[in-house]
């Protein structure tokens, strides 16, 4: 039924092999998170959340409707209630006494320090406000940011947030062709970028893709952006375009402390944030303030037990993804919390340079992805050994299924045997966790993301939407709306109904297959649509294949994820050359020219995160009758299993071919 991946647990196998792990009763008793929230929630979901919308936001104007689900799928939460997103998580901490709170311990790759109190963040915020105002950016504009991971990315969101403008970050290891398109999709007025960043001991250039894609292309106009401001990070030349073209420093330095903030309907769009789904284009989801800002502060606080006159949280995402929105910026700092951002990778300039920061700032509460915990394995348990974890005292995953001896190792060896451990399950489309065990609640089954949160209707349904019993599988569904839950696709209300509300008409299709086992209790088992994740991050098979066949070497691509030990999944394409080049890939040096030039394109098109790791070339695709490529034979070649049933096939010896035309696997460069 689903297309589950390999890394996925076996449940069988699962269930005799571990044990729950129950919380201590020294966490329990000290925990934010209650059992009795579950029966608030169930006892009245709506004014559940209307009391988080109270008790975590500072509201403007006080809301008085709760939920409006009469426009549905396109919900409003606490639509008559004003605020500012930006005054939420900076401003009223610095009213309440906490001006002198570190905000922001920044680490750069390089080893430079900044220190960010909550009262540095509203003079650098405010001012930033005031100087994008100067550029003409008014509440309702779009602002698209691509940075490094940097102080000024966080200022940058609030600053646009305190405006009213929506931002939409792009993360940085995208190209420019996909800049390109995000920024015409969003229409946006202004970008926010930098010289470059530090990465794995090097600067890397950002500025110069950021001309690329706002430039004329192909008789393509120019796009809608008025001015690109620009960080300097790294003191590498840039080319300057006069009149368009800023400083940030020159702009935000000069700018005046005091700002007032825009105060916005709750249901005031926030930000944009475009995501890979089954076709070809990227998705714009929709997040707006009132709910967004109650669901990310609540679910902050009671999945990490947040306490933030002590804690010190870091989350290593980056803040071109979801979760570095919603566990950075937004949940964080709503919640007060003091943090760490870390500009670089885990391995530079060696292995325990992640273990080496939480020792040095004393990290409590660690958030991190299956795959950079599987690297970590890889690299031995000697290197976390070297430092002192001692501070740690919760542990969490996101981005793709955790396998239980990922989940083992990571509590055992960072978590000293001892730390609660949140295996989170949630999207981009759905702004904050959905599914997670609550620390000091919940007795944590190593694998399974197991309870929806208080206040969320997560389920798993069979073909037909009817909820399966403990023990049966089917798809994961989200059946009553949530305050986080996207507002909809940038500009296609259409493709919103389409993507989510379509399989099982009236409730949230997520897109993941997923099991209950016989507590109850949920367990992911990856994407059952065309859509990857490699490393937690989100591909679209569909989008490779047109980035591969819009190279003149192409004639067809079709594209699968794999299972691989690290990544959870890996990228691998099948590709066939066109007639006139076909015979390039007769001798072993010419396939690999082909596949080199291949997998740059595909970087040139998309990003380096959506290069192949392999591509083998074939003379055909298995396909059926009706001209559909089956994925889940080429699957089954990719990850070097027997090839299943083929019967469906319009010509079965297709198969032959490929396996016995199998190429050598590629080393991977990424
Ligand atoms: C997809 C969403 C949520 C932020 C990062 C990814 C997968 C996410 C889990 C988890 C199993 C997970 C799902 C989901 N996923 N978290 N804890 N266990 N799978 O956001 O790029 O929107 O991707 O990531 O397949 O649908 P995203």
Redesign the pocket.
């Known amino acids: 039924m689903t297309d589950s991946q390999s890394t996925s647990p076996s449940l069988e196998n699962l269930l005799h092999e571990t044990r729950a792990f129950p919380p201590s009763p020294e966490f329990a008793a000290q925990a934010n998170a209650q059992a009795s929230m579950y029966d608030e929630a169930a006892t009245d979901r709506v004014e559940f959340w209307a009391r988080q919308a109270r008790e975590l936001v500072t509201w403007k104007t006080p809301f008085t409707q709760t939920l409006d689900w009469s426009e549905a799928p396109v919900a409003k939460w606490f639509a008559d209630g004003t605020l500012n997103a930006a005054y939420n998580a900076v401003d009223r901490h610095v009213e309440a006494g906490l001006g002198d709170r570190v905000a922001i311990h920044f680490e750069g790759e390089p080893g430079d320090t900044r220190t960010v109190t909550y009262a540095d963040l509203q003079r650098e915020v405010s001012r930033a406000a005031n100087a994008l105002a100067a550029l003409g950016v008014t509440a309702g504009d779009r602002v698209v940011i691509y940075l490094p991971m940097l102080v000024e990315s966080v200022v940058a969101m609030l600053a646009c947030a305190r405006l009213g403008a929506a931002h939409s970050v792009v993360f940085g290891g995208f190209s420019a062709d996909a800049l390109r398109s995000r920024i015409s999709d969003a229409g946006a007025k202004l970008v926010i970028t930098a010289d470059g960043g530090y990465r794995r001991g090097a600067p890397s250039a950002l500025k110069p893709a950021v001309d690329e894609a706002i430039a004329p292309k192909d008789g393509e106009p120019a796009t809608t952006v008025e001015h690109v401001v620009v960080v300097r990070r790294t003191e590498q030349d840039v080319a300057w375009t006069e009149g368009r073209d800023v400083w940030w420093h020159d702009a935000v330095e000069a700018a005046d402390t005091f700002h007032e903030p825009a105060w916005v309907d709750a249901e005031h769009p926030l930000f944009i944030l475009y995501?890979?789904g089954t076709t070809g284009k990227p998705k714009g989801i929709l997040h707006t303030t009132g709910g967004y800002l109650t669901q990310t502060a609540f679910t902050h606080k009671n999945v990490f037990d947040l306490k933030a006159e002590s804690d010190v949280y870091w989350c290593t995402?980056d803040i071109g993804?979801?979760?570095g929105h919603?566990y950075i910026v937004y949940g964080p700092l709503l919640n007060g919390a003091t943090q760490v951002i870390y500009e670089g990778t885990p391995d530079t300039p060696h292995r325990g340079r992640w273990w080496e920061i939480v020792q040095k700032y004393g990290v409590s509460i660690f958030y991190t992805?299956?795959t950079a915990i599987r690297a970590c394995m890889k690299w031995g348990e000697e290197i976390p050994a070297e430092f002192d974890l001692s501070s740690l005292r919760v542990l969490g995953?996101?981005?793709?299924?955790?396998n239980p001896e990922a989940w083992m190792w990571y509590r055992r060896v960072i978590g000293s045997d001892r730390t609660p451990i949140v295996?989170?399950?949630?999207?981009?489309?759905?702004g904050a966790?959905m599914?997670?065990p609550l620390p000091g609640v919940t007795a944590a089954k190593p694998g399974s993301?197991q309870v929806p949160l208080p206040g969320i209707a997560a389920t798993v349904v069979d073909d037909e939407a009817r909820p399966v019993p403990d023990g049966g599988g089917g798809y994961?569904v989200l059946a009553e709306p949530w305050p986080s839950m996207l507002r909809g696709i940038w500009g296609d209300l259409q493709r919103f109904k389409d993507t989510y509300w379509s399989r099982f008409p009236g409730i949230y299709f997520?897109?993941?297959g997923a099991k209950k086992d016989d507590d109850g209790d949920i367990w992911?088992l990856?994407?059952v649509d065309d859509?990857m994740?490699v490393s937690?991050?989100?591909l679209s098979t569909t989008e490779i294949e047109s980035a591969l066949v819009s190279n003149e070497l192409v004639a067809e691509a079709a594209v699968v994820g794999a299972a691989d030990e690290v990544s959870g999944q890996a990228v691998v394409a099948f590709v066939i050359l066109r007639g006139e080049h076909a015979d390039q890939a007769s001798t072993d040096e010419g396939s690999a020219r082909i596949e080199k030039t291949l997998r740059d394109h595909v970087a040139k098109e998309i990003g380096p995160i959506a290069k192949p790791k392999r591509i083998l070339v074939v003379a055909e695709l298995p396909k059926t009758r009706s001209g559909k490529i089956m994925r889940r034979l080429l699957r089954d070649v990719a990850e070097n299993r027997e090839v299943g049933d083929a019967t469906t096939l319009a010509d079965s010896s297709v198969m032959n071919l490929i396996q016995t035309g199998l190429a050598k696997p590629t080393e991977d460069e990424n």
Do not use: C
Not at 397 to 402: C, D, F, H, K, R
Not at 423 to 430: F, K, S, Y
């Open positions: 995501t890979s995402a993804w979801v979760t919603s992805a299956p995953s996101v981005g793709e299924p955790i295996d989170t399950w949630w999207q981009t489309e759905t966790i599914i997670s993301a994961l997520a897109g993941d992911l990856g994407r859509v994740n937690g991050h989100r």
